[in-house]
DNA sequence: GACTAATATGCATATACATGCATATATATA
DNA sequence: TATATATATGCATGTATATGCATATTAGTC
């Protein structure tokens, strides 16, 4: 189920925790210094990312390396193109691959009249 | 900010709202059928999706219309683009835009290996 | 076995928040 | 003005959940 993939990304230091994921698979201890909370809370968090599919792990002795998984966010990615339409309405489907391809190559797309 | 755009989307009663407004712009009332909560309940999300930018409205008399607004989707969109990598590395970026355009074609990618 | 290091978990607490009910506000209509 | 309709809001309540602390568990080292 997609269902809570949004409730799982709505706190902060989960959403810290799977940035400091996003080069790869980190130990714990690693990701306890960049998530700015207490490593029992960011053991915590990792199982409720394991638990909705974020994550997996690989033991290696006394530690645990933790890394990302696809689904979720192709899952998101899946929601979101049922609004995809709102702002690329105006292309065709050819149209709106090339536009994405243009600021997927220059992210120069950041301010946008608000 | 994008922060607390998945924070909006973590709400079911919510995210039935959104999805009743992906069809163009309705007002409360017509909402309120769909959301599965009271009306109370649906105008206080209504300014929670105002707020962050999900929702603007169009006063017509005494009904309010609602339809929402690309951005926080645009923003969603670029906050996945720092993940996409987990599930199109092996691709260039120009086979991604392909891959991507056949994928939005026919959305027969429902069931992968989990 | 004793000790240390890495990670997980039980407990207590504080806080956020979604909800319904009753009511307020605003607009239309008679 | 009186009344009806559409939407918003104050209040009270229940529930979820993020957090730290202390401790348990597991594995490596002496």
Chains 1, 2 share one sequence.
Request: with cysteine.
């Amino acid at each position: 189920m997609q269902i809570d993939t949004f409730q799982t990304l709505a706190d902060p230091s989960r959403r810290r925790i799977v940035e400091a994921l996003c080069n790869g698979e980190r130990q714990v201890g690693d990701i306890v210094e960049r998530a700015g909370i207490h490593q029992s809370g960011v053991s915590r968090h990792l199982r409720i990312l394991h638990e909705t599919g974020f994550v997996s792990v690989r033991p290696e002795g006394q530690r645990r390396f933790y890394s990302l998984r696809p689904e979720p966010f192709r899952e998101l990615d899946d929601w979101l193109a049922k609004y995809r339409g709102l702002w690329e309405a105006r292309l065709d489907r050819f149209g709106a691959a090339l536009e994405k391809q243009r600021k997927h190559r220059r992210p120069a797309h950041k301010d946008q009249r608000k």
